[in-house]
């Protein structure tokens, strides 16, 4: 019985040890990946796919800002926009993180930076394109199913009790009234010019210069250079080289990348935003979106 005692006891303790190496191991690698330690670096914070929430990327962004060692960030764009406001909400973050003047952000644009993607990169210092790049699409899409015809020819009708004029406004279920559209309209050009604004004073320029770009066309990154809508050709390793220089780092700078928790969530909404979105009736949905 004593024997067996001690086994247990060493096993127990054995447990323990593993226990505690495993926790400061993952303690130690959280805070390397975190930058905390070492010098003067450069975060990088990646924004791809569709954007359908701000959350993590606002998160990032304000993990690297209240880090001392972090003294430039690279937004790493790849996206054809999305939703309205989480492009307006990371853009009034970036504003809010660089109204000091401490973090320096310039953002690096791949193989697409358009409509939501382009309104989140003009926030910053400094814009940098592929010369292939996609970018652009500066405009409002609001799209809209109508079952109408298809209830009628399975016999199925609907009922609408409402309290409002417009409150079954771009119902699915009966044809739109040009006065629904007139006022559909008016909210589209509303955001539409938020947008126009919003590029105008990150790029330094007179707002009918904007407006006459913004037709939603897309332009390479050569073409938004000549254009004056990015800075610099370049890619990510030149975008991360640039804000280096901008707050005075020498030599090559370390970079500090947040690890990227996987989310069936976030799976699904890409997925609901992009081509299945088409395959659902939806109501009012503004998006800063490049359909492609």
């Known amino acids: 019985m004593e024997r067996k005692r ?4 060493a096993l127990a303790l054995l447990g323990l040890l593993v226990v505690a190496v495993i926790g400061v191991s993952l303690l130690i ?7 905390w330690l070492g010098g003067e670096k450069v975060g990088v914070i990646r924004i791809e796919g569709v954007i359908t929430d701000s959350r993590e990327t606002i998160e990032e962004l304000r993990r690297f800002r209240d880090n001392p060692s972090i003294k430039a960030v690279v937004l790493r764009i790849d996206s054809p926009g999305g939703g309205v406001v989480p492009s307006q909400e990371i853009h009034a973050e970036l504003l809010k993180a660089r109204k000091d003047g401490r973090l320096k952000v310039v953002a690096s644009m791949g193989n697409l930076a358009a409509s939501g993607g382009y309104y989140i990169a003009v926030a910053t210092d400094k814009i940098v394109a592929n010369p292939g790049t996609l970018t652009g699409s500066i405009g409002v899409i609001m799209e809209l199913a109508n079952v ?10 609907s009922v609408v009790i409402k309290s409002g004029r417009y409150k079954d406004l771009a119902s699915p279920f009966r044809a739109m009234s040009a006065e629904d559209r007139a006022l559909l309209q008016n909210v589209l050009d509303d955001v539409h010019d938020q947008f126009i604004r919003a590029v105008a004073t990150g790029r330094a320029l007179k707002v009918e210069q904007v407006r006459d770009l913004a037709d939603g066309r897309i332009f390479t990154g050569r073409q ?8 610099e050709l370049g890619d ?7 804000a280096a220089r901008l707050v005075g780092i020498e030599g090559e700078p370390r970079v500090v990348e947040p690890r990227k928790r996987f989310s069936f969530r976030d799976l699904l909404d890409s997925f609901f935003w992009g081509q299945g979105a088409q395959l659902v009736p939806s109501r009012i949905n503004l998006k800063y979106l490049l359909s492609l």
């Open 29 to 35: 690698s959280m805070t390397l990946d975190s930058g």
């Open 224 to 231: 938004a250079r000549t254009a004056k809508l990015v800075d």
């Open 236 to 242: 990510l390793q030149d975008s991360i080289k640039l």
């Open 148 to 157: 109408q015809g298809l209830l009628e020819k399975v016999g199925v009708q």
């Open 6 to 9: 001690t086994v247990w006891t």
